[in-house]
């Protein structure tokens, strides 16, 4: 009598972990559709999605997701993740993000459940546990010096080398925490900053102070598990550009990795203040009381801008148009060479937002320009969008972001071995 099973392994794992899927006990050649569901699979949030695979059985019945492909399915090609990635998303939201103290780190972990069918009778079933922060991670609130932020530390006999996390335009505390976690869970003690969108910080993009960023620095100097001299930063989007605008300032900053990136100070919001009618762009981010130089666009531009986003089309063509136009672009440019260590830049050809693989290169021409003393990594990923994250995650949402599920995800998961390899080079 065949008794149809899924086997998992690791069926516990960290989220960045990958897993290896089997099906077994069933009749030779027999078509068999394996459904994937998440429920509950966002930190401080809501996420659910699903993703489905139909597979043909060998002669001994089995199949083996890391050498088969499906025959149809929410993904094509052999790919052991697949159904992991390809998941369509049916809800997406942050609970209190932008309240440190309603803001909570839950849940730590979800879980996927498998089912498998045959001829649209489930046959068999498993659950895949994926963990968001390993358990020995602690989660301080941090509301020292001004900051706001999540502290994610665990116990090491050593001080470790730290990582400051800085997410993008969409503020608050929540996806900064994901990365935050994950680098903890590594054993790189992680500081997610809020730095507008969070209790009383700034509601807008608008002159940011660098020192903020600086005291952030100068805080996980001092925390036991962090080595003083051992502080990267880590910034995606427009955390990114104030990932580097802030290591060309902050000298105790010794390793920066940009994830689409600028290479110029941008315009933060187009309002002297919140809600005022009167056109006045702004520089995101100011030092010593002063903003800086900034890439400046229309009234015309920023208008487009909103419209654009609205009905979920793509602006990089604006960024572009006002780069080109900057008549002090020089300016404007983020003296990247001043930075004290290495750098990692993460690009797509296919960004959306705006062109953080021209971007790239022009810092890594200005770097070679000033025989910039340390290494310097530029990885560019060919159709994919501006959501370079962290690997196993739903990839199916490009409509604001560019690239396809497959390639995104590829970027993703190539990436992320990249970026801890920088940490463990950097500080080894």
Known sequence: ????????????????????????????????????????GLPGGE????????????????????????????????????????????????????SLEDFQFTPRSTEIHLTAEVKQKPVAKAVVKRIFVSRDVSIQKVREDGLVGLFFSKPHPEPRPAVLVLGGSEGGIGSCSQFA????????????????????????????????????????????????????????????ELALVTASLEPDIRA?????????????????????????PQSSWSFRGEPLPFVTWTEAQCQESRERLDS???????????????????????????????????????????????????MVERLKANQFAHPVVHLRYADTGHSIRFPYIPTTRTQLNGGTPKNNAHASEHSWQEVLGFLERSFS
């Open 256 to 280: 920066v990795i940009a994830s689409s990136p600028s290479s110029t100070v941008n315009i933060g919001t187009d309002r002297a203040f919140t809600d005022a009618e009167t056109f006045s």
């Open 47 to 98: 996420m659910s999605a699903s993703s489905h695979a139909i597979f043909q059985a060998d002669e001994n019945g089995f199949v083996d997701l890391v050498s088969q492909a499906p025959l149809f399915g929410t993904y094509e090609g052999i790919d052991p993740m697949g159904l992991f990635w390809s998941m369509n998303v049916q809800t997406l939201r942050y609970y209190s993000s932008y």
């Open 312 to 362: 979920g089309r793509r602006i990089d063509q604006i960024h572009k148009a006002a780069w080109r136009a900057c008549e002090w672009l020089e300016d404007a440019e983020i003296p990247v060479e001043k930075i004290n260590g290495p750098i990692l830049l993460l690009s797509a050809d296919d960004d959306h937002w705006w062109p953080a693989a021209e971007h790239c290169e022009r």
């Open 1 to 40: 009598m065949m008794h149809p099973q899924i086997d998992v392994s690791p069926a516990t794992a960290l989220l960045d972990v990958p897993v290896h899927i089997t099906l077994s006990g069933f009749m030779p050649h027999q078509l068999i559709t394996l459904h994937a569901t998440m429920t509950n």
């Open 181 to 240: 976690a994950l680098f903890a869970s590594h054993g790189y003690p992680a500081l997610a900053l809020a730095y507008f969108q969070c209790d009383d910080l700034p509601t807008d993009i608008q002159q940011i102070p660098i020192e903020y960023v600086q005291r952030a620095v100068q805080w996980l100097k001092r925390q036991s598990t962090v080595h003083p001299g051992q502080i990267a930063v880590f910034g995606r989007s427009k955390g990114a």
